[in-house]
C-alpha cells in the first residue's frame, strides 16, 4: 500500500469545523482512501472511505482532489468526543485476498478546546 | 447491535507463562483480524482470517505467536513463553467477507491491555 503524510497534531475549538489533511502523492488508480480513528483506551474505529467523489456520511465528509494525491476529512462541527488520533489509510481495491490488513501511521492527534 | 467484544480486557502476567486472548466478532463477519499497538505506536498486523481459508500469518512475530479461529466465529490468540516486549494492547477486527475489493470497513474492539512483569 502507498504512505499517506498527515500533521502530528491539530487543534480546533469546539464547535468549529475542522480540516485534517492528507498527502498521498503515490496513489495508485486502485487505492480507496481510508479514514478511522481512535479515541482514547478504544479500538480504531471507521470513519469514511472514497476513491475519487467526495463522500458523506454522518460522522464526516472526505474530499479529494481532482488529482487524488491528497484528501481531506472534515468534520462539520467539532465536539469533545472527537478529540482522537485521525488514521488516513490506503487500500488497494485489488489486493488479491489475503492482504487487507490495514496499514496504520502515526496519525493527526486532534485536540478539541472547548 | 453487538459489536466486537474482546476477553479479557486487561491481562497481567509473568514472564514466561502462557496467555489466551478471544476474540467474538460481528455476528455474519468472515473476515477476521488481530493487530498489537505497543505503547505510543501504530498498529502492527499479526494474523488474518477470511472464511475457510489458511490464514494468512505473514505478521506474527515469532513462533510463539499462533491463533485459531473455531468454526468461522470466535478466535483465540495465543502467545507462549511471554516475554516482556510482548506487553501491548491486542486488538481485534472483524468485517464482511473481503474477496477482491478491500472496501469493507473494518470494526474493532477495545482490546486486551496485556502486561508482562
Known amino acids: 500500500d502507498a504512505k499517506t503524510t498527515q500533521p502530528n497534531s491539530m487543534e480546533s475549538n469546539e464547535e468549529e469545523p475542522v480540516h485534517l489533511p492528507c498527502n498521498h502523492s503515490?496513489?495508485?488508480?486502485?487505492?480507496?482512501i481510508h479514514w478511522y480513528r481512535q479515541l482514547p483506551s478504544q479500538g480504531p474505529e471507521y470513519v469514511i472511505h472514497g476513491l475519487t467523489s467526495n463522500v458523506n456520511n454522518r460522522m464526516a465528509s472526505l474530499a479529494i482532489a481532482e488529482d487524488r494525491k491528497s484528501s481531506t476529512l472534515i468534520l462539520h462541527r467539532a465536539t469533545l468526543r472527537d478529540a482522537a488520533v485521525y488514521y488516513c489509510?490506503?487500500?488497494?481495491?485489488?489486493?488479491?485476498?489475503?492482504?487487507?490488513?490495514?496499514?496504520f501511521g502515526k496519525g493527526t492527534k486532534l485536540s478539541v478546546k472547548p | 447491535g453487538a459489536g466486537v467484544s474482546q476477553s479479557p480486557s486487561n491481562k497481567v502476567t509473568e514472564k514466561g507463562k502462557d496467555v489466551e486472548l478471544r476474540c467474538d466478532p460481528i455476528s455474519g463477519h468472515t473476515a477476521l483480524y488481530w493487530y498489537r499497538q505497543s505503547l505510543g505506536q501504530g498498529l502492527e498486523f499479526l494474523i488474518y482470517f477470511q472464511g475457510n481459508s489458511a490464514p494468512d500469518k505473514s505478521g506474527l512475530p515469532s513462533d510463539r505467536f499462533s491463533a485459531e479461529r473455531t468454526g468461522g466465529s470466535v478466535s483465540t490468540l495465543t502467545i507462549q513463553r511471554t516475554q516482556q516486549e510482548d506487553s501491548a494492547v491486542y486488538l481485534c477486527?472483524?468485517?464482511?467477507?473481503?474477496?477482491?475489493?478491500?472496501?469493507?470497513?473494518?470494526?474493532f474492539g477495545d482490546g486486551t491491555r496485556l502486561s508482562i512483569l
Open positions: 477486527a472483524s468485517s464482511l467477507a473481503e474477496t477482491g475489493y478491500s472496501n469493507q470497513p473494518q470494526h
Open positions: 489509510i490506503l487500500r488497494d481495491r485489488n489486493y488479491g485476498g489475503s492482504q487487507g490488513n490495514l496499514i
Open positions: 503515490t496513489i495508485s488508480g486502485t487505492d480507496y
